[in-house]
Each structure stands twice: as C-alpha cells, then as structure tokens.
C-alpha cells in the first residue's frame, strides 16, 4: 500500500497525463512496464511535474521508458512499481490481451459446440448450415436451433403446428413465439435454406408464409392444399368428388385424419402453379394431381407425405422454369420418391424454342442460380439461355401427357 504523503504527491493533476497514457499502454501489453511512451501538448506545470518526477528537463514531447520509470517508483516512498501507481492513481488496468485470448478461447468453444450441436441434428452436410452456424450464442439456444431446423428442413423433416413443434423441442408451447431468441435463430437458419438468404422476413404475413414453407403452421384448418383425382381406399367422399369431376381443398386437420393415404400403386403428378390442374378439370382428365401453389406449405407437405406411405406410389414433378421454381423442386425431390415430369434440360430447351415459335415474349431469368439437385444440365441450360419460362406457358404439353394411359 502507498503511503499516503507519497499518494498524494503522485495524485498531483500535473501528473496525471503520464498515469492515464501509462494505464493505456499497461491494459494493451499485458499489464507489463515494458516499452516507451510519448507524451505531447503537455503544459509548463506538467513538463515541471514530470520532469522533477524523472530527474531531468523535459521537453514538450517527452519520451519516457516504462520499465525505468518502473525502477525509478519502486525505489521511491511510494515502494510499488508502475502497475501498482497507476492502479493507486487511475484504477485498476485490464489485461486486455488475455481478455482477448479468453474472448477467443470462449469463441472456439461455442464454435466446436455448435458445430457437435449440428452434427447431432444431422444438418452437417446441408449447403446453407455454414453461414448460419452462430458462434456467440449460448450452446442450449444452438442446440434447439439445430434440432428444430432437422424437424423442419432437415433430415427429419415432418408436418407441425408451431405450438407442437415448441412443445417437442423446448417443453413449452410458446417456445418458438415470434419475441424469442430461439425464433429469430431459426428464422434465420429457415430462410437460408429456403430463400437462400439470410434476410429475416420484415412482416407477420411474411413470417408466416416462411415457417409454412418449412411444414410449419399456426393452425390446422386456416390453410388448404388443393388436390384432384385421388382416390384412396376407405374414404368414399373424397372418391366420389374426384367421380364427379371436382377438386377438392384439403385441410392440415383432414389430411391428418386421412394419412396413410392408401392409394393404388401408381403416379400422383404435383405442379406448382394452380391453373394446370384448374385445365385438367376443365378436360375431364383423370390422373391424380397435387398442386402446390408455389412453395409447399405445411399442408401440402403433409399431403405428400401421407401420399408417398403407400410405397408403390411415386411422385412426378413439374414447375417453373425460374430459379425459385427450381428451389422449390429440390425440396420435392430430397423430400420424396420423385422423377421429374417434363423438368429436364431438354424439356427446358424445346420450352424455350416453343416460346420464340410463337412469338411469347421473353420473361429473363433474375436471381441467384439454383442447383437443380435432379439434372445438372438443366442449372447449366437455364444459365446459359437466361429465360423463364413459367408452368402455365406449357399447359398443353402437360395435359398431354396426363392424358397418356397409366
């Protein structure tokens, strides 16, 4: 402990330009009185202060070696070197370095469990899960995180309700709330696998239709999948709409009463946009169709699944030709027994030379290209002629083939 008369000597204002440049210095290099220090602007006062302090004329740039000035005190009434002055007159001194290390070492653990906590969820080999591995959050967060993205996006993707899927991860039903933590990371993590960007939804209606993409509702009965042509065994009433030639909506509610969807052996063909089967209808074609109207929801997912039970059944999939189109195709794909239906690179090709034969004019490709996990050619077809070419511009074709004896 400082005496106080030499506390007081060194608590002098004039002095205290040198203890808060020294603190400074102490908390970057370790807390070590090592190196030199230079000081500017300083005053007459100060220059005198510093000068009888050193035992020498300074000028009004000085330069001053720290670990003489360390020597210098511990052989003075003060009796401690510079750490201790400093700490005396300014406060204590960080050690920022080994913060620095520590904060580093805290990181590289987070790191090293969240990557165990994405491993154990199954997502290590998904595209999208390097850029939304956090590295800062507490392990627990991660790890629900991971696991409610393998419920969802991942291998063990399945149909939920939000409520539900809280429950199972977290133990409440209001665990996935939209005002969590735990939300936002997921949202996160559901928008990079599904929009492939990181970019949170801005609003509740987006926010919803993002978690509905990834099988998710908030309900069971607010939203439909619209269907025609099937005919699964024991359930008359659905039989008897597709004998008399109607569609049908279909609740998440009634698809889960319905699943297993016992369906003769065969193919259902799914397409993204609405008036494909809407023509159908109006042809009084017969083959089974699911429309997805866009990027499936959780109630069309749930359709699906209940479909694709039956073993024997086997999904054929048409969409847009447009980057979007071909992300939604790949989460069909990976998600169930799957061939493409007129969704190859050649398909594409003759798609587009029927558009300039008629003279359609030419709808150009935007966004980032998508890897269409079925047919590399088509990414590399649809790259280089650069054109859209949506669903509805091939209605013919399509019919034409549903038309085909099964």
């Given at each position: ?113 969240a990557q165990a906590a994405v491993r154990d969820a199954g997502l290590d080999g998904y595209a999208w899960i390097s850029a939304w591995l956090p590295a800062r959050l507490p392990t627990a967060y991660v790890r629900q995180a991971a696991t409610v993205l393998s419920l969802t996006v991942g291998p063990h993707a399945r149909t ?51 978690w509905d993409a990834a099988g998710v509702a908030g309900d069971t009965v607010a939203t439909t999948v619209l269907t025609y042509g099937l005919r699964p065994r024991d359930v008359p009433w659905l039989c008897e709409r597709t004998d008399r030639g109607w569609e049908t909506h279909l609740t998440l509610r009634e698809v889960r ?150």
């Amino acid at each position: 402990m400082i005496p106080s008369s030499a506390l007081s000597y060194l608590q002098s204002p004039a002095l205290r330009v040198l203890w808060a440049a020294a603190h400074r210095r102490l908390s970057g290099n370790g807390r070590v009185a090592t190196g030199r220090l230079t000081l500017t602007g300083l005053d007459l006062a100060q220059r005198d202060a510093l000068g009888q302090l050193l035992a020498r004329v300074v000028g009004d740039s000085p330069t001053v070696d720290l670990s003489q000035l360390d020597r210098r005190l511990r052989a003075t009434a003060a009796g401690t070197g510079l750490l201790g002055v400093v700490e005396a007159v300014i406060g204590p001194i960080p050690d920022r370095r080994a913060d620095a290390a520590a904060e580093r070492e805290r990181r590289a653990l987070l790191q090293e469990e969240a990557q165990a906590a994405v491993r154990d969820a199954g997502l290590d080999g998904y595209a999208w899960i390097s850029a939304w591995l956090p590295a800062r959050l507490p392990t627990a967060y991660v790890r629900q995180a991971a696991t409610v993205l393998s419920l969802t996006v991942g291998p063990h993707a399945r149909t939920w309700s939000r409520g539900e899927l809280a429950q199972a991860v977290t133990g409440s039903a209001h665990g996935l709330d939209d005002d969590t933590t735990l939300n936002r990371l997921v949202t996160r993590g559901l928008a990079l696998a599904l929009t492939g960007s990181a970019d949170l939804p801005g609003g509740a209606a987006e926010r919803r239709a993002l978690w509905d993409a990834a099988g998710v509702a908030g309900d069971t009965v607010a939203t439909t999948v619209l269907t025609y042509g099937l005919r699964p065994r024991d359930v008359p009433w659905l039989c008897e709409r597709t004998d008399r030639g109607w569609e049908t909506h279909l609740t998440l509610r009634e698809v889960r009463r319905l699943a297993p969807m016992s369906l003769s052996s065969g193919t259902v063909f799914v397409c993204e946009n609405p008036r494909v089967l809407e023509a159908a209808v109006d042809n009084e074609i017969e083959a089974p169709i699911v429309c997805t109207m866009g990027n499936p929801t959780t109630v069309t997912l749930a359709l699906l699944d209940a479909i694709t039970a039956t073993e024997q059944v086997e999904l054929a999939y048409h969409g847009d030709f447009d980057w979007p189109g071909v992300g939604i195709a790949n989460r069909v794909f990976a998600r169930y027994p799957t061939r493409p239906w007129q969704f190859s690179s050649s398909d594409y090709r003759s798609a587009v030379e029927q558009a300039a034969s008629r003279g359609t004019p030419r709808q150009n490709l935007t966004g980032r290209p998508t890897a269409a996990s079925w047919d590399p050619a088509l990414t590399e077809s649809m790259s280089s002629l650069g054109i859209a070419i949506h669903e509805e511009a091939l209605i013919e074709s399509l019919l034409n083939d549903l038309r085909r004896p099964r």
